[in-house]
C-alpha cells in the first residue's frame, strides 16, 4: 500500500440554472484536475444539487436535461439531487432527467414508494476506491415531504438512513462523505448526532463557508450559491486522514470554456424557439404592480381558485415579475413573468382565520416586506391578490377589515372556507393563521404559470379580472359608518 494518499475534492452546489457560470466552472474543474493528476494525486469531482432551476428558459425547455449534459461536459462523477430537482420536475420527467448522464447519482432518502427502493436512475451509495483507500459517498436531500408525496414520491427523514449505512459501511470503508442537500443547520445536526461522518459537502442553505466548519470530527463545506465558487477539499490519507482541509477558488479568476459557451447559447437559442411559440392573443395588456391591487393579480387569484376548485383564491402580487403587454403571449412570456417554481395549494380555514390573514397581509411592513427562499424568486411578499372575495379596508397607517364578502355573501367568521392559494404560504409560515387549517391539499406538478397558460385562455376570466376586489374607505366614511 502506497504511504500517503493525496485526495482533492472539488464540489458545486445550488448553481440554480446560472449558466454563466458555468463555462467557468468547467475549466476550473479541468484545470486543477490536470495540475493534480500530473503530481500523482487523486480528484473527485460531485455537485451537491439544484445544479437545475426551471426559472430559465433553457431548463424549462429541456426539463434539465440541458444542465445533465453541462455536468457530463465539466466531468462531474458523483451528484445528489436537491428540491429543485426532486420536487419541481413531473414524476416522469425527473424520471428521464439522468438517462443520458455519465456520473452517478446517489440519493439514499427518495424512494419508490411501491417497492421502497431507491430510484432506477440513483444508487443509495457509492464504494470509490484511490489505489487501496476506500471512500464511502452518501447522498441525501432534503425532505420535503408533503411536496414530494404529492408528486408520487416518497422520502424519508435522513438521520435513521445514515446510520444504518455508515453501521454496515465503516467497517470496511476509510473515509466517509456523504453529499447533502439538507442545509447547513441540518448538516450540523449531523455532525452532532451521526458518528463516523469524516466529511460533509453541503447545499441547500447557499452558505459560502471559505475553510468549512468543523464540528466535532467532521468537517461541513458549502460553496455559497449560483456558481461563485467552487469548492475545494483537500484530504491526505496515511492509514488514517492525516489532514483535511477545505478552501473555495472564486469563479471569476477563471476563463470561460469556449465550447461549453458555445453549447449554452445553441441551446438557448432552441429553448427560445421552443417556448416563444404563441399561446393566445390577450386584448388587454396585463400590468404588475407589487403595491397595489392589478387585474394581473386578481386574474392570477382567480385561475389559483378554480384550478383547486375553491371558494376562494389568494396569492401575493410579488409573485408578478413582469407585465403580459397585449397581443400575442407565449410560455416563454409566462415563464419570465413567473419564475418561481411555486404550486398552488388548498386549505380549509374558518372566517375568524381568514379575516386575520388578509388584514395582516395588507399592513405597510408586510405588502414591503422582503421575501427570500421558498422558491420565491421576485424581491417583495406584494399586495395580496384575491379572488371570491369584496373587501372593504381602511387606509390608515395601520388598515384594518371593515367588511369581507365572500361570494357575495357577508363573511361567517364561524364558517369554514375552502381557500386555494400557494404552497409557499404552507413552508415560510409568513400567515399562521393558514398553518392551522386543514385538509391541506397540494396540486403538482404544474407550476403557477403553467396553471395560467390554461386559465388566460378563459376570456370570461380575464374581463373579469377588471373588477375590484379591494374598497378602501377614508378615515371619515369608516367613521360615519
Same mark, same amino acid.
Request: glycine content about 8%; some cysteine.
Given at each position: ?39 500523482? /494525486? !487523486? ?84 464504494? !470509490? ?57 441540518? +448538516? ?15 447545499? !441547500? ?41 477545505? /478552501? ?36 388587454? +395588456? ?24 375553491? /371558494? ?55 405588502? !414591503? ?45 364561524? *364558517? ?12 415560510? *409560515? ?52
Amino acid at each position: 500500500m502506497a504511504d500517503t494518499y493525496t485526495l482533492h475534492i472539488l464540489h458545486t452546489n445550488d448553481l440554480h440554472s446560472h449558466f454563466d457560470t458555468m463555462p467557468r466552472i468547467a475549466t476550473c474543474l479541468r484545470k486543477h484536475r490536470e495540475e493534480w493528476d500530473s503530481k500523482g /494525486e !487523486h480528484v473527485l469531482t460531485v455537485d451537491i444539487g439544484d445544479h437545475m432551476d426551471r426559472m430559465d428558459i433553457r431548463s424549462e425547455a429541456s426539463f434539465g436535461k440541458i444542465n445533465v449534459e453541462i455536468m457530463n461536459r465539466s466531468g462531474i462523477q458523483y451528484a445528489t439531487i436537491g428540491n429543485n430537482e426532486g420536487i419541481t420536475l413531473p414524476k416522469d420527467k425527473l424520471n428521464e432527467l439522468y438517462t443520458d448522464a455519465r456520473f452517478a447519482i446517489i440519493t439514499g432518502n427518495l424512494f419508490e414508494p411501491t417497492t421502497n427502493s431507491v430510484p432506477s436512475w440513483a444508487v443509495p451509495y457509492v464504494v !470509490h476506491t484511490v489505489g487501496e483507500l476506500r471512500l464511502a459517498i452518501l447522498g441525501m436531500t432534503i425532505p420535503f415531504g408533503p411536496s414530494y408525496q404529492s408528486m408520487g414520491w416518497e422520502i424519508k427523514e435522513p438521520i435513521p438512513i445514515l446510520r444504518e449505512q455508515i453501521a454496515a459501511l465503516r467497517s470496511s470503508v476509510d473515509v466517509v462523505i456523504l453529499l447533502s442537500h439538507l442545509g447547513y443547520q441540518t +448538516d450540523c445536526v449531523l455532525a452532532k448526532e451521526v458518528d463516523g461522518l469524516d466529511i460533509i459537502l453541503g447545499g !441547500h442553505s447557499h452558505r459560502t463557508l471559505p475553510h468549512g466548519v468543523c464540528i466535532g470530527g467532521t468537517l461541513i463545506t458549502q460553496a455559497g450559491r449560483f456558481g461563485e465558487y467552487v469548492g475545494h477539499v483537500e484530504l491526505v490519507w496515511d492509514h488514517g486522514i492525516k489532514n483535511v482541509r477545505a /478552501e473555495l477558488f472564486h469563479t471569476e479568476e477563471y476563463l470561460a470554456d469556449e465550447s461549453l459557451s458555445q453549447f449554452i447559447e445553441s441551446e438557448k437559442v432552441w429553448a427560445e424557439n421552443r417556448l416563444f411559440q404563441p399561446i393566445v392573443q390577450l386584448e388587454q +395588456d396585463m400590468h404588475i404592480g407589487w403595491t397595489e391591487e392589478t387585474p394581473y393579480g386578481s386574474f392570477l387569484a382567480a385561475s389559483i381558485r378554480k384550478w383547486t376548485g375553491a /371558494e376562494i383564491g389568494m396569492a401575493n402580487g410579488g409573485l408578478l415579475l413582469a407585465d403580459l403587454p397585449r397581443g400575442s403571449l407565449s410560455f416563454a412570456d409566462l415563464l419570465h413573468s413567473m419564475p418561481h417554481p411555486i404550486n398552488a395549494c388548498a386549505v380549509t380555514i374558518t372566517g375568524e382565520q381568514l379575516t386575520t390573514v388578509l388584514e395582516q397581509a395588507i399592513q405597510p411592513e408586510m405588502v !414591503h416586506r422582503e421575501l427570500r427562499g421558498y422558491g420565491f424568486r421576485g424581491k417583495i411578499e406584494g399586495w395580496m391578490c384575491v379572488d371570491g372575495l369584496h373587501i372593504r379596508y381602511s387606509e390608515d397607517d395601520q388598515p384594518q377589515i371593515i367588511q369581507i364578502e365572500v361570494n357575495g355573501q357577508q363573511l361567517d367568521r364561524e *364558517r369554514l372556507y375552502r381557500v386555494g392559494t400557494i404552497d409557499m404560504f404552507m413552508y415560510n *409560515r409568513m400567515f399562521p393563521d393558514l398553518l392551522l387549517g386543514s385538509e391541506v391539499t397540494f396540486f403538482l406538478p404544474e407550476m403557477l404559470r403553467e396553471v395560467l397558460a390554461t386559465t388566460i385562455k378563459d376570456q370570461q376570466m380575464l374581463q373579469n379580472a377588471f373588477c375590484p376586489r379591494w374598497e378602501k374607505i377614508s378615515s371619515t366614511s369608516k367613521n360615519q359608518s
